[in-house]
C-alpha cells in the first residue's frame, strides 16, 4: 500500500528533488529554509525529511551530508507532483525550422530527431525506426541521370524510401525503365514488402521479358528488402552524457558507452515500452541491472493508427522531467506530421 505523504511533506519533496536536479548536490534543510518559501523553521523541515527517509522518498549518502531522492522518491514526484513545462513557442518554431534545413530523406528525419532531442534535454535520446517490410509497396519510379544511368526511387505508404543509382544495361533506353516500373507497380502496389516472394517477382520477369532489364529491377527491390529487415535505432547525446555530473567517473562512463553499444540490448529496452502515451520507468524500476541508476523516459509514434516506433530520452534519475516528457509528447505528435511530409 502506497504511503500518503500530507501537504507538507509533499511540499518538502518537491523542492529537494528540484533542487537537486539543478544543483546535483544532496539537499540539507538550511537550504530548502533558504530557498524555498516552504512557510516553516529549518527544524520542522529537518524533520519532515527524516519522515520522508524513513518512507523510502530520500536517501542519505553519508551520516553528514543532505538528502537525495530515491527511486520512490522520483516516481511520486513524477505522477503527481510535476509542474507542467510545455515546449515554448520559440522553441516549436526552433524544431520546425530544423526539420525544413537539415531533413531530405526518411531516414534523416530519425537522425534528426535524435539529435534535437538529446540537445534539448542534455542526455541520451534514442529512436527506433520500424522495419520497412511492415509497410506496403506504394510505386517504384526512375529518374533519368545522365545517357547511362537512372537514379531508382522506391516508396511505400509510410513514406519510406530506398534509392539507388544504376547503370543501364547495354542497348536499354530510358522509356524502357519506365515500362518496368508500370509493370512492377501492377504486380506489387498495395503488398507489404515481406509479402513480396518468388511467385510475384517471377509474374514481373515474364511480363518483362528482357532478363538484363530484369535484374536491374531485381537489384532495387532486393535492396530495399534487405535493408526493410533491419529495424534502425538512431542514438543521440552521447557527448551531453558525459557532461552529467554522474559521468566524471571514468569507469561510469566506459560501463555506460559499452551498453549503449549493444544495438539488440537497446532494441529490446525499447520494445518493452510500446503503450500509448509516455512511460517513465525511474531507476530501479528498470529490469536490466545496467539502468538502475537512470531513467527512461518514451513514447511511441504512429502513422495513419499504426505503431511505427520509439522515442526515448535516457538520463540519470536526476534528470529534469518535465521538460524531457513534454519534449517527447512535442516530437511524438511532430515526428508524425514530419513522416507525413514524405509519405508521397
Not at 528533488?17 to 534543510?29: L, N, T
Not at 529487415?229 to 569507469?251: A, C, I, N, S, W
Not at 516506433?309 to 517527447?328: D, F
Request: glycine letters at 6%; proline letters at 3%.
Amino acid at each position: 500500500m502506497e504511503d500518503k505523504l500530507d501537504a507538507r511533506k509533499q511540499r518538502v519533496l518537491k523542492a529537494i528533488i528540484e533542487d537537486y536536479v539543478e544543483s546535483a548536490e544532496p539537499v540539507g534543510s538550511r537550504t530548502l529554509a533558504r530557498k524555498y518559501d516552504l512557510g516553516v523553521s529549518p527544524a520542522t523541515i529537518r524533520n519532515e525529511m527524516a519522515d520522508l527517509e524513513m518512507l523510502g522518498y530520500l536517501e542519505q549518502i553519508h551520516t553528514s551530508s543532505g538528502r537525495i531522492p530515491s527511486s520512490k522518491g522520483y516516481r511520486f514526484y513524477v505522477d503527481g507532483l510535476i509542474p507542467p513545462k510545455p515546449v515554448s513557442d520559440e522553441e516549436k518554431k526552433r524544431i520546425d525550422e530544423w526539420y525544413r534545413r537539415r531533413v531530405q530523406r526518411i531516414e534523416e528525419v530519425f537522425q534528426e530527431t535524435a539529435k534535437i532531442i538529446s540537445q534539448v534535454t542534455k542526455n541520451v535520446s534514442l529512436v527506433l525506426a520500424p522495419q520497412m517490410t511492415q509497410a506496403a509497396f506504394r510505386c517504384l519510379q526512375f529518374l533519368p541521370l545522365d545517357d547511362h544511368r537512372v537514379i531508382t526511387v522506391l516508396m511505400t505508404d509510410a513514406g519510406f524510401i530506398e534509392n539507388k543509382v544504376l547503370t543501364m544495361p547495354d542497348g536499354a533506353r530510358f522509356e524502357d525503365f519506365q515500362r518496368m516500373a508500370a509493370v512492377i507497380n501492377s504486380n506489387l502496389a498495395g503488398r507489404t514488402l515481406k509479402s513480396i516472394g518468388s511467385l510475384q517477382l517471377q509474374q514481373i520477369e515474364d511480363e518483362i521479358q528482357d532478363g538484363p532489364l530484369y535484374e536491374s529491377a531485381l537489384e532495387i527491390i532486393n535492396r530495399a528488402l534487405d535493408s526493410g529487415k533491419r529495424e534502425r535505432l538512431y542514438l543521440g547525446g552521447t557527448t551531453q552524457m558525459l557532461e552529467q555530473p554522474e559521468f566524471h567517473d571514468v569507469e561510469k562512463v566506459k560501463e555506460a558507452l559499452l551498453v549503449l553499444e549493444k544495438e539488440s540490448l537497446m532494441k529490446d529496452i525499447l520494445h518493452a515500452h510500446t503503450g500509448d502515451g509516455l512511460e517513465v520507468t525511474i531507476g530501479q524500476e528498470n529490469e536490466d541491472s545496467h539502468f538502475q541508476s537512470s531513467s527512461l523516459i518514451t513514447a511511441t509514434y504512429h502513422l495513419d493508427g499504426e505503431l511505427l516506433g520509439t522515442i526515448a530520452v535516457l538520463g540519470p534519475t536526476r534528470m529534469e522531467y518535465a521538460k524531457a516528457m513534454s519534449l517527447l509528447e512535442y516530437m511524438n505528435k511532430n515526428l508524425t506530421e514530419v513522416i507525413k511530409r514524405y509519405h508521397w
